[in-house]
């Protein structure tokens, strides 16, 4: 059985779970994974989204998600002007798109010295999120625990490496799933853990051949 | 000693045998299923609680409209009157839980109950109730914990979803939740806490879910102060002794069936219902155009 804070909650911002709650923690992944203060977001609304974001404060819930509010942080309600004061240049695009979910967003991120992140997640209800793309890699992303995200060349012995870096700080994997496009060629891998990953073990991985990038995550 | 429960009748059961209360049962599950103490559990409930408390007040003192001008203010003009034909407790708990999912639709900060389409219920209900009957909260407490207990069971047995069994899956559900806590903060036997869960539910059995223009606000809003109202009828049919020929378990299976029967028009898509009469349709457009 659930837990009791399971159906008395989420705490949130209103009207909706899905349309708010869950737009809300999709926009502070965007912001985590893009690892800082974008400088101009373009986030492409698909589907339900689309339809009825203004209604639903979407938009302002997105926003302040970039922002770095959680999803109970009652400044989302004015994050259209706090995103100005901050100096968050932002468009919503109202895309016609039937591509097979109701929420689905697209974040295009542009940052300090042109750099530049897409960033594709949904809203699955009650507030749960999942990222379903990172600059074309597919992946899944839920928030919901402490997460790495690998980025690798396709070659026999990468997952070894890591889960081995990760057992001799006794970290336990909570889940593990890889990506790629094409046999050998780039890979992504998602993991869970139970506990927080220090950052000398993710220089670490960093530091191993064929891994390209390490990116981590708390619990949102 | 075990206290997994999995129906209603299991919490009913698990109550008799050790001579305590239903909510009870709930939290001496929780304290074995979760790593958290007796005093973290009631920490917790305490804050939620209060943010029932402070949705309410957000939606008496934020009178303005929302942006597509379908609520807001209700609660307040309520707050301002008087009943005409209604008891004070009635009143209240109405009034509360359309101020609740006012609150909720101008974007202020609620507890989903189960859903935030259905979140003024069992506030609204709880409230009134301790209010009117000078509870503290401990009772209050005590009404989370049952009612918690009976969401749990429904999201598991059936669905608490508009999108997968109607509104009678949210409103439904935060119904008789509601109506379990007040049996329970009145200090009515666990018997008499199912029967306001059967009771509340089966005379709400086939509502559908068609809000207008998509948005948690029509029928929404003043639905949650309706049946803040049907959970205090199921309360007071339970404590005056009445019992509902359906059991509990049966009825929400019922509820599930119901709703997986339904129509998709009629599950939160808009495509049925409300949201397509003329004039529905014709806010629909308005607010697309904002």
């Known amino acids: ?220 | 000693m075990s206290y997994t429960y999995e129906t209603i009748g299991d919490i009913l059961r698990l109550a008799e045998e050790h001579q305590i209360s239903f909510g009870d049962v709930v939290i001496r599950h929780e304290l074995e299923a979760y790593d958290r103490s007796e005093e973290e559990i009631v920490a917790e409930i305490k804050r939620r609680l209060a943010i029932f408390e402070s949705s309410i007040q957000d939606g008496l003192n934020h009178i303005e409209r929302t942006q597509s001008n379908m609520s807001g203010g209700d609660a307040a003009t309520l707050h301002a009157g008087k009943p005409r034909l209604m008891s004070d407790i009635a009143y209240k708990a109405m009034t509360y839980a359309i101020a609740v999912n006012e609150a909720n639709a101008k974007m202020f900060r609620i507890v989903a109950c189960p859903t935030a389409g259905s979140c003024g219920v069992m506030p609204g209900a709880v409230q009134a109730v301790a209010e009117e009957y000078q509870l503290d909260a401990d009772a209050m407490v005590k009404g989370f914990l049952a009612s918690s207990g009976v969401g749990n069971v429904v999201a598991n047995r059936a669905c608490v979803a508009g999108a997968v069994g109607g509104c009678q899956a949210e409103i439904g559900t935060a119904a008789c939740m509601a109506a379990s806590a007040i049996v329970e903060m009145l200090g009515g036997t666990p018997y008499q806490v199912v029967q306001a869960i059967a009771l509340g539910m089966k005379n709400l059995l086939g509502l559908a879910c068609d809000p207008v223009a998509g948005l948690v606000e029509v029928p929404c809003v003043k639905r949650n102060g309706v049946y803040a109202v049907h959970a205090i009828t199921a309360a007071e049919l339970a404590l005056a002794g009445i019992e509902s020929q359906i059991p509990a378990d049966d009825v929400i299976e019922a509820m599930n069936n119901i709703g997986r029967a339904m129509p998709a028009a009629l599950r939160e898509t808009s495509d049925g219902g409300l949201a397509v009469t003329p004039t529905g349709l014709a806010i629909a457009e308005r607010v697309q155009s904002l």
């Open chain 1, 1 to 220: 059985m659930n837990s009791i804070f399971d159906i008395i909650g989420p705490i949130m911002i209103g009207p909706s779970s899905s349309h708010t709650a869950g737009a809300a923690r999709l926009g502070k992944m965007a912001r985590c994974i893009f690892g800082a203060m974008p400088k101009r977001v373009d986030m492409t609304l698909y589907g339900s989204f689309a339809k009825t974001y203004k209604g639903h404060g979407t938009d302002r819930a997105l926003l302040g998600g970039l922002l770095g509010f959680r999803e109970d942080d009652e400044r989302i309600r004015n994050a259209r002007v706090l995103a100005e004061e901050a100096q968050l240049d932002y468009t919503f695009i109202e895309s016609p798109l039937d591509i097979g979910h109701p929420n689905v967003v697209k974040f295009d991120v542009y940052g300090d010295n042109d750099r530049y992140m897409s960033v594709v997640g949904r809203s699955l209800g009650g507030g749960q999120i999942m990222i379903t793309e990172v600059d074309g890699h597919d992946m899944s992303i839920t928030g919901d625990e402490f997460t790495l995200v690998v980025f690798h060349s396709d070659r026999p012995g990468a997952i070894s490496l890591i889960s081995q870096a990760l057992s001799e700080s006794d970290i336990n994997i909570a889940s593990m799933r890889v990506f790629r496009k094409e046999k050998y060629k780039d890979a992504v891998m998602v993991i869970t853990t139970d506990s927080v990953v220090n950052p000398v073990t993710v220089q670490f991985m960093r530091e191993c051949p064929g891994i390209q990038d390490v990116m981590t995550f708390e619990a949102l």
